[in-house]
């Protein structure tokens, strides 16, 4: 079965620490994997998207790196800021069979607080 | 501004009240979805169309429908609302696929059902 699983669930820190989200899959076959940030409240907004063959992509203070041979993502935050408190969501998309269209795998999101 | 708009942003209703939440965008996208949020269960895609009037089912469909007679607009219609359908519901698009392609989301619509 196709599962995304986050950790953790919610994650407390200072203003200007670092912080690594976790995500771990298992979705078969792959097609790429997403980081996306979502404020309370509003929709999600892409942070990263990364293909197969790509196992690190930066958005400014964000860093997304991919294992593809464990399955694992991580979202590195450095010198957080108050604006970073939000969910951060990990999305795996598996690719279709035979023209049928592909399905995305959402996780259910790690909750950051950025605390001054 | 690229973007995509929902409407209304917060509604209640009573069941079996007929609704109607509508989607654009403005990018001129091919793809577009709907998904509804829950907590502990996070995304769940309802409905996605490919182009004009080519629309199928996601992971939770029952109880909603969709029509795509307009590239940019996608509504969402709920013909008997339940209160299993009280969620936050989320219009989004895409240039291609929805699984190849970066999704631009709405704001969302915070749906009460009495």
């Known amino acids: 079965k196709n599962q995304v699983e986050q950790s953790p669930q919610s994650l407390i820190i200072l203003e200007g620490k670092n912080c690594t989200l976790q995500?771990?899959?298992?979705?078969?076959?792959?097609?790429?994997l997403r980081w996306y940030k979502q404020d309370t409240g509003r929709g999600p907004v892409s942070l990263t998207i990364?293909?197969?063959?790509?196992n690190t992509k930066s958005n400014g203070r964000y860093t997304a790196t991919l294992d593809a041979d464990t399955k694992q993502s991580s979202l590195h935050i450095t010198a957080s800021q108050l604006s970073d408190s939000a969910s951060y969501i990990c999305v795996v998309s598996a690719s279709g069979y035979g023209g049928s269209q592909g399905n995305l795998i959402f996780g259910k999101g790690t909750k950051l607080s950025v605390k001054p | 501004e690229a973007q995509v708009t929902q409407n209304p942003r917060y509604l209640i209703t009573v069941t079996g009240k007929k609704l109607t939440v509508t989607c654009s965008q403005n990018?001129?996208?091919?793809?577009m979805s709907w998904y509804r949020q829950d907590p502990g269960l996070g995304l769940r895609q309802i409905y996605y169309?490919?182009?004009?009037?080519?629309?199928d089912k996601g992971d939770v469909p029952e109880g909603y429908k969709v029509s795509r007679k307009e590239k940019r607009n996608f509504p969402l219609i709920l013909e008997s609302p339940s209160p299993n359908q009280t969620s936050l519901y989320f219009c989004a698009s895409s240039r291609t696929g929805f699984y190849t392609d970066t999704q631009y989301f709405g704001p969302g619509t915070r749906l009460t059902v009495l």
């Open positions: 995500c771990n899959y298992t979705v078969s076959p792959f097609s790429n």
């Open positions: 990018m001129n996208h091919e793809y």
């Open positions: 169309s490919m182009n004009v009037e080519v629309t």
């Open positions: 990364m293909t197969f063959s790509e």
